[in-house]
């Protein structure tokens, strides 16, 4: 028998038009007569086999590396009180974590306000005219920043994503010390072309980075469903939106929360700032679930 005996198909269906009924069935290829079938294909692994009851043809379907089908559902949780769905809330976001219970959430972004970055910009005007805004935002230390990140871990579900916006410091000295006691792994990043020249004592930043991290076990087949999402992604926030010193990309953050949540999901952002996360999880009929310091 040679390999072009066995159809190649595409939907379950079975490949012999004069078949009265199509049922197929699927045969792992270790088993049986499947196995002597094809143990002289060099490239068995590559295809899932299937076998018609009515007309006993094989066929088999190619296995592709991408899923359009989410295989990951998230858990019905139950909310604390204190926790309000779908709304702006004023709440420390490490106590907000905290409230939640473990594995629930599929999907955090999380968007520091690093205080080593403004270490680095600090040239003895810091706050007086440039970068202003920024200073007056509550600062958070590496230390702060790691026991976010163990929160976050905590409250994800297996194979749940923690989206962490970084600047280009961060990128270039590493975050391995903020995951220091975390097992989450880094997975993706994409870099966001801002489309407007922002602050730089130097070069002028037109760029700020995503990193995309997961939990164990990490896999994205039957997780992350949409494959044209760019590693460099250009959307310019006009004048209207510019509500927040930390404003980021809307239709960016709603198009990773289609990839890697189902509808009604809840996603969750514990350092909101001007809230884009909420207008993105709602573009994609998503739950949010945020809160900020200040707001």
């Given amino acids: 028998m040679e390999d072009k005996d066995y159809p190649i198909i595409t939907e379950k269906k079975c490949p012999n038009l004069n078949c009265p009924k199509s049922d197929l069935i699927s045969i792992k290829a270790e088993d049986g007569k499947i196995s002597r079938i094809t143990g002289e294909f060099k490239e068995k692994q590559k295809y899932t086999w299937f076998k ?78 440039r970068g202003k805004k920024r200073c007056e935002l509550p600062q958070m230390t590496n230390a702060i920043i790691r026991k976010f990140i163990l929160e976050i871990e905590r409250v994800l579900i297996p194979s749940g994503h923690l989206m962490l916006w970084v600047d280009k410091f961060i990128v270039v000295s590493g975050v ?57 992604w250009d959307e310019k926030i006009e004048n209207g939106d510019k509500n927040h010193t930390h404003s980021k990309p809307v239709e960016l953050q709603a198009r990773l929360i ?38």
């Fill in 176 to 232: 391995h010390s903020m995951l220091e006691g975390s097992s989450l792994q880094l997975v993706d990043m994409i870099t966001w072309n801002k489309q407007r020249m922002g602050m730089g004592y130097r070069t002028r930043r037109y760029s700020e980075y995503l990193l995309v991290l997961q939990k164990q076990p990490v896999r994205a087949k039957g997780i992350w469903i949409i494959h044209d999402i760019p590693d460099v």
């Fill in 52 to 129: 018609c009851k009515t007309c006993h043809k094989f066929c088999r379907k190619k296995i592709s590396v991408f899923s359009s089908d989410r295989q990951l559902q998230s858990p019905n949780i139950k909310l604390n009180p204190k926790l309000k769905l779908n709304t702006k809330q004023k709440m420390d976001g490490l106590k907000m974590l905290k409230l939640l219970p473990d594995k629930g959430i599929p999907l955090v972004f999380f968007d520091p306000q690093y205080r080593s970055v403004m270490d680095k910009q600090n040239y003895g005007n810091e706050g007086k005219k």
């Fill in 258 to 295: 289609k990839a890697i949540t189902n509808k009604n999901d809840i996603v969750v952002d514990p350092t909101s700032g001007g809230y884009s996360v909420m207008k993105s999880a709602y573009k994609v009929e998503r739950n949010f679930l945020g809160c900020d310091i200040l707001k």
